[in-house]
């Protein structure tokens, strides 16, 4: 039963395009969505995250967008450049303050900068 | 300037011999987590420490075990590794806050001959 899916194992995009990494999710009591980028054999580096109050959250090049009403978030990579080539996790979570919360991740869509 | 410090980055190990993987952290996080990252697939949750008080997932294996002797190391034990427990072994910190962000180490590729 996964909870939150990305459903595009890989993406390429051409350097200087916009990149669009896709997720959904299913459990409506997640209020905090990140996104996550991993390079092979490191940990995840968090890139941004967005709560369930806004709509939309920009930090530089990537911007994480949240549909509430479809479970959809997706996160914008403009313009695209070769370094961002890596494997991108969605993670969310629920919880409360004074308790540890547990991120539920997907399963990672690969992404392909061509120069 | 490193924030989630995993040692050692590699670890190979017999069939069945114990091993122990290190985790420190310097950002004073009240929450640490080990996760268990197999390739391509998402990180799972095995055990968090909030503070001292111990968290097990309910399908974590009883064959993996973790200590956290003070606020800044976590390690992860896992008493007989079999073949099925090679995998990327993450360590990830939190404030305890509401809507924290977890922080990530670099993790330890374990390698079971």
């Known amino acids: 039963d996964q909870q939150v899916k990305q459903n595009s194992p890989s993406l390429s995009v051409q350097e200087g395009r916009i990149s669009i990494l896709n997720c959904d999710y299913t459990?409506?009591?997640?209020?905090?969505f990140l996104w996550y980028k991993k390079y092979p054999a490191e940990g995840p580096t968090f890139l941004i995250s967005?709560?369930?109050?806004?709509d939309k959250n920009e930090d530089g090049r990537f911007t994480v967008f949240l549909n509430k009403s479809a479970k959809h978030l997706s996160l914008h990579i403009v313009p695209s450049q070769p370094g961002d080539s890596a494997v991108y996790f969605c993670a969310a979570s629920s919880g409360y303050s004074g308790s540890a919360r547990q991120l539920t991740f997907g399963s990672g869509t690969q992404l392909t900068v061509l120069p | 300037d490193a924030m989630v410090i995993q040692n050692p980055r590699y670890q190979v190990t017999q069939f069945g011999k114990p091993v122990t993987l290190s985790c420190s952290q310097t950002l004073n996080h009240n929450v640490m987590y080990w996760y268990q990252q197999k390739s391509s697939q998402a990180p799972k949750l095995l055990f968090h420490?909030?503070?001292?008080?111990?968290?097990n997932e309910a399908d974590t294996p009883d064959n993996f075990q973790s200590r956290r002797p003070n606020t800044s190391f976590c390690f992860l034990d896992i008493r007989s590794p079999g073949l099925g427990d090679a995998a990327m072994y993450l360590c990830?910190?939190?404030?305890?806050?509401?809507?924290?962000?977890?922080?990530f180490g670099p993790g330890t590729r374990l390698l079971v001959l």
């Open positions: 990830a910190t939190s404030s305890g806050e509401f809507q924290e962000t977890q922080y």
């Open positions: 459990n409506s009591m997640f209020d905090y």
């Open positions: 420490y909030y503070d001292k008080d111990f968290n």
């Open positions: 967005i709560s369930s109050i806004k």
